[in-house]
């Protein structure tokens, strides 16, 4: 079964850098969309990041120009470089991925999502 596993959050003052880690485990068969969620105390889940099969890749407005996803086919890792981080980026970041696979001998589309990783950003 496919896993993802979030990895590189913690504190930060305003102006920071931090880079997240998302690995992939099991067995994939094609990755349809791949991307970053998050969740602020009180706010409800938000889109970061997501790329396509196409090969499309969509940030929100609030982290254009400051924040990128890239990936590593080899190491099976995506990862979120955020620059220039804020107080309001804040939040729980979690991994998200639309994936193809086989459970128990039967062909699957799942949705799956990492356990999140916080991002505090201090003013």
């Known amino acids: 079964q496919v896993q993802l596993v979030e990895s590189g959050g913690g504190l930060v003052q305003a102006g920071g850098s931090l880079r997240l880690s998302c690995a992939f485990s099991?067995?994939?068969?094609?990755?349809?969309?791949v991307g970053w969620f998050r969740q602020a105390p009180g706010k409800q889940r938000e889109l970061v990041v997501v790329?396509?099969?196409?090969?499309?890749?969509n940030y929100a407005d609030s982290v254009k120009g400051r924040f990128t996803m890239t990936g590593d086919n080899i190491k099976d890792t995506v990862y979120l470089q955020m620059n220039s981080l804020k107080p309001e980026d804040t939040a729980v970041y979690y991994c998200?991925?639309?994936?193809?696979?086989?459970?128990?001998?039967?062909?699957?589309?799942?949705?799956?999502w990492g356990q999140g990783t916080l991002v505090t950003v201090s003013s």
């Open positions: 099991g067995r994939l068969y094609n990755l349809n969309t």
């Open positions: 790329k396509t099969s196409r090969g499309s890749t």
């Open positions: 998200h991925a639309d994936v193809e696979t086989v459970v128990n001998s039967v062909y699957r589309e799942l949705e799956v």
